[in-house]
């Protein structure tokens, strides 16, 4: 299966007053083409930092290492110039925010938004471009297009918004697009609507997303491909069965373990003592160890290299380890 | 944010440095002044108007009087001024800004009329005609100057309470039945003291200015005695021979009034910080 | 509507509006009654602007009421006189949902959690509100030393379990738990509502716990209310109400609950609302849900349902359930 992008050695670090926030360290994976990945992960593991790495939207005080590695179809785009940036994000990958309020202008009205992007990128007139605003709309489910197009961002709901957002993102047809927490904003009637929505358009389009989510539950229906993130690491990919029903890392199990399911009823959650570890000093060994119930004196060592336990199904824990002493019990 | 943090974000812009040292030197310098050889007041015909030289280092004036004994005598009389006028503008400002955002109502209203009126009245010509039926002292100038500043102190302290107010933790507050009293003390006002800060250094560059102003028209300050202001007035006739007498305590006013304005806005972001280099 | 003797908190038709502009009237609150007994925990569920927080605020007389009655042991909580009002602060209290807003960046720990004990003069000496407060800090699982830091020191879950300590200081009965874990992360909500569980065994706490996540309401809640532009839609047990929901909103709001399990959500048919949630300013006639709800008749939009029993311990306000 052809890969549309790969992430290699990215790490990126915020500079700041209290110290060096190291934000994604050291992370590489490869996106599917045509498929849906979701990154999962709770705030702070580098999920959002990545994306915008891959957008090329990280800005001061933010700073992408060196060794730090990205192709989209099989280009370096870390090397890209402004320019190549510009012609890069709508047309090649987009991007959708869990903020839609504040992602678009107040001041104008939505047809303006959305047929702003489109001719600047591609010859049509102004008459072109409108009807394409409007197909955008109408595509994203916005009832009474034609007459939304003249209204203001404040006039739409919340879920309004963000189909305003999607429609906009997509307007250049990208090969990539990315939903950073796309739904975390709205309620759950409104985001199982627009799920559905971005589902639909996948299955007709055939474009490769990634789903940046906290949120297991909105994974499970969603996405192909499954990438686990804790403390700035990678620390488990997979595909959608390998993760629900054969989690290999101790972290993955534990959080598919805390969250209450509404099908099956009452017994105590399972909780993950303690708290992730501080990004501006995190620990060498593995971050998880100290809240880790499996944890071995090996973990506080280093971070534990990749085990590939079956295929396409990866692992970074000490467990699958030759050296770690754990006979690791994948499968 | 932790002291160390704010440290380093003071000490990162050299311009706020640079402006801190100076504000010290004058504080100094000002408080210092009595070191001097010289009275401030004390006429001495025989040296009039003399140039630069190394008896006197800044001249002196009409009079023969050491230009900068004066201008440090003058810096004492300005920052006194200014800085009474601040903390009674900040007490008045925050006491009725906080009663009024936090009870609302129909005592918000009047106090924001109040506001208004204040507001609305030129002040510095206002003070000049108050001046005629009042006692011309320091006193009376400090209170005269407070008076037109609190609206402003009171205008940014209500508006921050106003928002406080509503804030989860004063609702956990009442919920836990502590006092008005008590919530607006412990809760409140804590929490407003960066706005309030920053609006304490800008209302001190602010009195000092006005200070000048009334000086110079000559209802500030009463002659002898030495202010920037009243310096920059007897040097008017001489300005055009003798230049170092309008220009010394000229820059007084231009130094020290900068760098509280500065400062003002540096503490601004030092207190509502967003942590970034 | 109950002759529980053992009912803690009544509401009769509660009402509260807020003035929106010159004229308009926001209903957040719109004639709700439901009552919750000791020892029990009432989750309510709605999504945003359904009024289920307005509810929890005004059954504490942090808001003033408009309409309709509220009653904690059967005494009037809006008429009480201000030492009355003193008492009742020492038995219900408030858990607030952002663990960042709700406690003040400028006191220590020690004095936020002593608040209570001050305000209701419960301890002797500060030696003793110094004990006090370490014991509430261990109780909710953290270091005591942590006294005298500052709030900002502190991380998410932390935060949320010193206003955990800061609630239980006046030693209260009743706890409204205002969405408390919807703004930390999953590893950390567990933690959260395991503690509030093992709180209310340990103490026989009464908890009213307003969520919008119904798998963690279910979880922990022995009822359910299901609130809906200010209206109560279903109010039953927690099993009941997953296993036999009876209002169409409930039907449709369970439905689009995602499930951690693949295959589950595979097979699982999504009951579809039309449009979205109107303005509480300006709300349908008729029944609430009257223009979303995909069983809508004449009736619905002209007359508006009241909650009625269907089942043992089960109220509906829906025409067809009747």
């Known amino acids: 299966m052809s890969q549309i992008l790969q992430v290699e050695n990215l790490s990126v670090q915020f500079h700041t007053y209290t110290g060096t926030i190291q934000a994604v360290r050291d992370i590489s994976f490869g996106i599917r083409e045509n498929k849906v990945t979701a990154i999962v992960g709770e705030s702070g593991c580098g999920k959002s930092v990545t994306s915008k790495a891959v957008m090329g939207l990280i800005q001061k005080p933010g700073v992408i290492s060196k060794e730090s590695k990205i192709f989209f179809k099989g280009e370096d785009i870390l090397g890209y110039t402004e320019k190549q940036w510009e012609d890069y994000r709508g047309q090649k990958c987009s991007i959708v925010f869990q903020d839609a309020l504040t992602a678009l202008n107040p001041t104008m009205d939505i047809g303006r938004q959305i047929t702003e992007k489109i001719r600047v990128h591609r010859r049509v007139n102004r008459q072109e471009a409108w009807q394409e605003g409007i197909r955008m709309l109408e595509q994203v489910g916005i009832p009474g297009a034609a007459m939304r197009m003249r209204q203001y961002p404040h006039e739409f709901s919340g879920g309004m918004r963000q189909r305003v957002m999607i429609a906009i993102a997509l307007t250049l047809h990208p090969q990539l697009l990315i939903a950073d927490e796309p739904t975390t904003a709205l309620d759950v009637t409104i985001q199982a609507d627009i799920l559905d929505m971005m589902k639909e358009i996948q299955r007709e389009q055939g474009m490769t997303i990634i789903l940046i989510t906290h949120d297991l539950g909105i994974v499970a229906n969603f996405a192909q491909d499954i990438i686990v993130m804790y403390a700035g690491k990678v620390v488990e990919k997979g595909s959608a069965e390998d993760i629900f029903y054969h989690p290999a890392h101790p972290y993955t199990e534990a959080l598919l373990r805390a969250v209450p399911r509404l099908d099956i009823s009452g017994g105590q959650l399972e909780t993950i003592e303690g708290a992730p570890p501080n990004m501006a000093d995190p620990p060498a060994g593995c971050p998880f160890a100290d809240r880790c119930k499996k944890k071995r004196p090996v973990c506080g060592t280093g971070f534990p290299g990749e085990a590939e336990i079956a295929e396409g199904h990866q692992v970074c824990c000490w467990l699958y380890m030759d050296d770690g002493g754990g006979s690791g019990d994948g499968r | 944010m932790d002291r160390r943090a704010m440290k380093k974000i003071f000490f990162s812009n050299k311009m706020t440095v640079i402006c801190a040292v100076l504000l010290l030197l004058v504080i100094l310098a000002s408080l210092l002044a009595p070191l001097s050889p010289y009275d401030p007041d004390a006429v001495n015909v025989a040296e009039r108007l003399q140039g630069m030289s190394g008896r006197h280092i800044l001249g002196t004036d009409d009079l023969g009087r050491d230009t900068f004994t004066r201008a440090l005598y003058g810096g004492r009389v300005s920052l006194l001024v200014g800085s009474a006028a601040m903390c009674v503008a900040v007490l008045a400002g925050t006491f009725i800004g906080t009663v009024s955002g936090y009870s609302g109502g129909r005592i918000d209203m009047v106090c924001m009329r109040i506001v208004d009126i204040f507001l609305s009245v030129p002040s510095l010509l206002f003070i000049i005609v108050v001046y005629a039926f009042m006692p011309r002292n320091i006193m009376t100038l400090v209170l005269m100057l407070a008076s037109f500043s609190w609206t402003k102190v009171a205008r940014v302290v209500r508006a921050q309470t106003l928002s406080l107010k509503e804030r989860d933790f004063v609702t956990a507050a009442k919920a836990l039945g502590v006092s008005r009293g008590r919530i607006i003390w412990r809760h409140i006002i804590p929490n407003l003291m960066p706005q309030v800060i920053v609006a304490a250094s800008l209302s001190i560059a602010n009195a000092i200015l006005d200070e000048s102003a009334l000086s110079f028209l000559g209802y500030g300050v009463q002659l002898p005695m030495a202010s920037w202001g009243s310096m920059l007035q007897s040097a008017q006739q001489y300005i055009l021979h003798n230049p170092i007498l309008a220009v010394v305590p000229g820059t007084m006013i231009l130094i020290t009034v900068l760098c509280f304005n500065v400062m003002g806005d540096m503490l601004q972001q030092i207190l509502d910080p967003k942590l970034v280099k | ?322």
């Open chain 3, 1 to 322: 509507m109950v002759d529980n003797t053992d009912c803690l908190l009544e509401v009769q038709g509660l009402k509260k509006y807020f003035k929106v502009g010159k004229k308009k009237m926001l209903r957040a609150v719109d004639d709700v009654s439901f009552y919750i007994r000791k020892g029990e925990t009432l989750g309510v569920v709605g999504e945003s602007g359904c009024g289920k927080t307005t509810c929890g605020r005004t059954c504490l007389g942090i808001y003033d009421k408009t309409g309709g009655q509220v009653t904690y042991r059967g005494e009037d909580v809006h008429g009480m006189d201000k030492e009355r009002r003193r008492r009742f602060t020492e038995q219900a209290q408030i858990i607030f949902q952002d663990p960042y807003a709700s406690l003040d960046p400028k006191m220590k720990i020690q004095e936020i959690v002593a608040e209570g004990i001050r305000a209701h003069k419960m301890a002797e000496d500060e030696a003793d509100i110094k004990k006090r407060v370490e014991g509430l800090l261990s109780t909710v699982g953290l270091d005591p030393a942590y006294g005298s830091r500052y709030v900002h020191e502190f991380s998410g879950g932390q935060r949320q379990r010193i206003g955990i300590a800061r609630a239980l200081a006046v030693e209260p009965e009743f706890i409204v738990c205002d969405e408390p874990i919807s703004a930390l992360d999953v590893s950390i909500q567990a933690q959260i509502v395991n503690l509030l569980k093992r709180l209310q065994k340990e103490k026989e706490l009464t908890y009213m716990f307003i969520a919008h996540d119904l798998s963690m309401v279910k979880h922990i809640s022995d009822r359910v209310m299901v609130m809906y532009l200010g209206k109560v839609m279903e109010i039953t047990t927690a099993d009941q109400l997953y296993d036999h929901p009876a209002h169409p909103y409930t039907q449709a709001l369970l439905s689009a609950i995602p499930i951690p399990d693949p295959r589950v959500e595979a097979g699982k048919v999504r009951i579809r609302m039309e449009g979205e949630i109107p303005s509480p300013v300006d709300p349908p006639e008729g029944c609430r849900f009257q223009n979303r709800c995909p069983y809508a008749e004449k009736k619905c939009r002209e007359e508006t349902p009241v909650l009625e029993k269907i089942g043992e311990g089960h109220f509906a306000a829906c025409h067809r359930c009747g």
